[in-house]
T-cell receptor, first 114, second 116 residues
Framework: GENVEQHPSTLSVQEGDSAVIKCTYS??????FPWYKQELGKRPQLIID?????GEKKDQRIAVTLNKTAKHFSLHITETQPEDSAVYFC?????????????FGRGTSLIVHP | KAGVTQTPRYLIKTRGQQVTLSCSPI?????VSWYQQTPGQGLQFLFE???????NKGNFPGRFSGRQFSNSRSEMNVSTLELGDSALYLC???????????????FGPGTRLLVL
């Protein structure tokens, strides 16, 4: 089955710095790659996603890049703020016809120091 | 629009018992997925229901089952509870299929289950 590795497990940055979280996946059939943010005690929330036919996607301070050949994708957060502190999960999923079978990374705890 | 709701929010059970958790998706959403989240194993996919049918299943034993009703509400059941079933159980809903693509999933607040 699919295996998703996520690094680092913990990332500590100063406010205003950039943060990068990387994930690798094993199944070349995976075609949808969402990123979730989960604050302490709260539900995961989708922050950005990318499909296999796109190499990069950006939404304000957040961007995701996908390298299908190397089977890795990354989350980039620029100008980090204390409210960005949370656990971030990547996922790789495959399926057709709207079907969704995700495999998640183990999560990265991002700490942004004021 | 109201978000995804789950009941109960907290539950304490003993080994060997069974439990039923409920999930009400966002109005109009037809796909409901269930996940188990633990510190040790992280976030794992249990199963997905669409139009009252289980469409996909993760790698969990048969003690974990679910169903979906005609109004898209879903329940999951865990029989013969084990200590290792203690976890946060999350459900997520998404819109109907659009061009066969996976749609954004919206998570509920979760049900925290403690098995003693």
């Amino acid at each position: 089955g699919e295996n998703v590795e996520q690094h680092p497990s913990t990332l500590s940055v100063q406010e205003g710095d950039s943060a990068v979280i990387k994930c690798t996946y094993s199944d070349s059939a995976s075609n949808y790659f969402p990123w979730y943010k989960q604050e302490l005690g709260k539900r995961p929330q989708l922050i950005i996603d990318i499909r296999s036919n796109v190499g990069e996607k950006k939404d304000q301070r957040i961007a995701v890049t996908l390298n299908k050949t190397a089977k890795h994708f990354s989350l980039h957060i620029t100008e980090t703020q204390p409210e960005d502190s949370a656990v971030y999960f990547c996922a790789a999923s495959k399926g057709a016809g709207g079907s969704y079978i995700p495999t998640f990374g183990r999560g990265t705890s991002l700490i942004v120091h004021p | 629009k109201a978000g995804v709701t789950q009941t109960p929010r907290y539950l304490i059970k003993t080994r060997g018992q069974q439990v039923t958790l409920s999930c009400s998706p966002i109005s109009g959403h037809r796909s409901v997925s269930w996940y188990q989240q633990t510190p040790g194993q992280g976030l794992q996919f249990l199963f997905e229901y669409f139009s009252e049918t289980q469409r996909n299943k993760g790698n969990f034993p048969g003690r974990f089952s679910g169903r979906q009703f005609s109004n898209s509400r879903s329940e999951m059941n865990v029989s013969t509870l084990e200590l290792g079933d203690s976890a946060l159980y999350l459900c997520a809903s998404s819109l109907p299929e659009v061009r066969g693509l996976q749609e954004t999933q919206y998570f509920g607040p979760g049900t925290r289950l403690l098995v003693l």
